[in-house]
């Protein structure tokens, strides 16, 4: 069954569509549904690749050390991760042994997250790591090149920027480091979002 032209009537629906998902091609290894985490009514959605262990033990998106480093990051220009912020993955399931998502699972799941986008129609959306930038944006430069930048599309505004595993694997600060790009970038989504809200 062909799922390209998905259309669901609310977000309701297309999470209870999700959790009964079945015959997805990451359902052979056994893991969990993952859907979202944070509030449906944000304007800032942010995308990520999928879940690992933790995020499929606790069925909620970015709850392990990079979600807690996700968390720090948005806390630390005032947005709250759970009523700010809506966070999501382009798959819905943990890969076998966290590998990268394959484009055939990620062209399977890509419906369901393009109707996410529609349904809950953010301002901004932040993507975090190449498979999310590759995904929404068809980019194909690496995400050092593109992150940090603004991309519109359909009256959104759209930043990639790196992943909290990355950070995590790139701990020092020093100016032009990860970090402190990161930090260059949030403060510049911050802006955006007050500019857009009308703050």
Known sequence: MSNAHLQFASHQELVEALNNLGGDPLEQWG?????YRGNPAAKLMIIGEGPGANEDRLRKPFVGRSGKLLDQILSAVNFNPEQDVYISNVVRRRPPKNRDPL????AFYAPYLFEEIRLLDPKIILLIGRHAMMTILKEKRGITK?????FQKDGRWIMPMFHPAYLLRNPGKRPGSPKSLTWDDIRAVRAK???LMGR
Do not use: A, F, L, S
């Open 103 to 106: 484009p055939k699972e990620i």
């Open 31 to 35: 893991g969990n549904i993952v859907i």
């Open 193 to 195: 979002y007050d500019e």
């Open 146 to 150: 593109v992150r940090g930048q603004w």
